[in-house]
């Protein structure tokens, strides 16, 4: 093998060594709705959310590129979950959370009830926010297609989510609120409605 082909796939193995490092937050919390959830994210962006361990259908979408370095900066300055993350306070109990960090043979994680570390704190919200964004894609996804009387309530609670900034990855719900407006046998409301939401997240208002 020439010197030249040899860097050519060190160089590819090295892209696929980097995009192969993920993070995962789980939280089980028997009794809550759902009473679990996992969200993974990738290198590149790539979310995967379920509600079940064994869940063989997750909701995919995908994060910007700045939010997917956010998130994992956080996760570096919090040393990939080599070190405890547990308050010592007593609080009562609000589900265990778990944050996994893998990158090829490379593997760490901790688990906690609550946290005081406020970059932990930071990085689990990132992550709630993924999770309600892919419960809002659920809902929404569920009412388009067999409850269209619901479709304006899920439309609302889409909404207000946007503007409570509670949601990421927006482009995801662009098929959806799409094939809503664009389909008569939908309300006007929701049409309108489905309309307005895809025009803010094209066009975003500038800050």
Known sequence: MGMKCL??????????????????????????????????????GNIEYREAEDDQLPIKYQLTPAETQTVFDLAAKLDY?????ESPLKVAFMG????????GAEKSETKFNYSEEPMARELQDWFEKM?????????????????????VKALMLLGSAMDRK??????QFLPTLD????????MH?????????????????QP
């Open 81 to 85: 979950f080599k070190r405890p993350l």
């Open 7 to 44: 860097v050519v796939l060190l160089f590819a193995h090295a892209l696929l060594a980097g995009d192969a490092a993920r993070l995962v937050y789980s939280k089980s919390f028997p009794g809550s709705v759902p009473a679990f959830m996992q969200v993974n994210l990738d290198k590149a």
């Open 166 to 171: 509670r949601l990421v990855g927006l482009d």
């Open 131 to 151: 999770a309600e964004s892919a419960e809002h894609h659920i809902d929404l996804d569920r009412a388009a297609k067999y409850d269209k009387l619901g479709v």
């Open 96 to 103: 265990t959370k778990t944050f996994h960090y893998e990158d």
């Open 179 to 186: 094939r809503i407006s664009k389909n008569e046998t939908y």
């Open 189 to 205: 409301t929701a049409r309108a409605r489905a309309a307005e939401i895809a025009e803010t997240i094209r066009n975003p208002k």
